[in-house]
């Protein structure tokens, strides 16, 4: 997209972020109907946060995301010695794990089928092809994480503007690690803010998915 239109980074960071808040503004506009047409549906957070095969491979992806910063962040700063082949090891595992919790939602049940779910999936599938293409070939543009993290502040928006997120630890906890880890996406070529939003990203993640596995 950079190449066929002549934008830069930051310009389609501010276009992204428009269409995000965009995102936004429809979703509460659309909250404003009647509540009486919501009756009968089947809640988001009484049937999505129902233990599936989805769930359950997100959790995995939640927890061994969170793994793969922590033991990174840990190496950068000198921390903690870890050997290249374990950090290689997580990063491919964990392209591997992402790739199967988006095409697990195929098969699925009790998740509805609604835009903030389509969104998480289309960043786990999206996630884990530039995370193998990157374990494949290290230098792999890393421009499509810029995409993947929009992708994810969408699908957070969404879920933030249902109400009954608002009472769920869960979901709360979901929702702010789709938050950092899209922020962080978008900051790829930033690294402090890359960093610090991954390493807020993982405190969300294991909370989330504890929440999830324990349903």
Known sequence: MVDSTGWNPEDLRVFLAILIALNFVVGLIL??????????????????ARQNIFLLALSIYLLL???????????????????????????????????LAGLSFLWAKNTPRNFG?????????????TVEALAINPESSLFPFIIIGT?????????????????????????GFLLSSGVAGIAF???????????????????????FLRR
């Not at 509540?35 to 009968?40: N, Y």
């Not at 050997?83 to 491919?92: E, G, K, Q, V």
């Open 189 to 211: 070529d930033t690294p402090f803010l890359n960093t610090a939003f991954l390493g807020i990203s993982s405190l969300f993640a294991i909370p989330a998915a504890i929440f």
């Open 151 to 175: 992708i994810s502040l969408i699908s957070a928006a969404f879920f933030i503007s249902q109400p009954e997120v608002w009472r769920n630890i869960g979901f709360l906890t979901l929702c």
């Open 31 to 48: 909250l404003r109907e009647p509540q009486e047409k919501l009756k009968g549906s089947s809640p988001i957070v009484e049937e999505g």
């Open 117 to 129: 779910f389509g969104a998480l999936v289309a960043a786990l599938l999206l996630n884990g092809i």
């Open 65 to 99: 995301n969170a793994f793969d910063i922590l033991i990174n962040i840990f190496y950068d700063n000198g921390l903690l010695s870890t050997p290249d082949w374990l950090r290689n090891a997580a990063w491919t595992l964990l392209g591997i794990i992402s790739l």
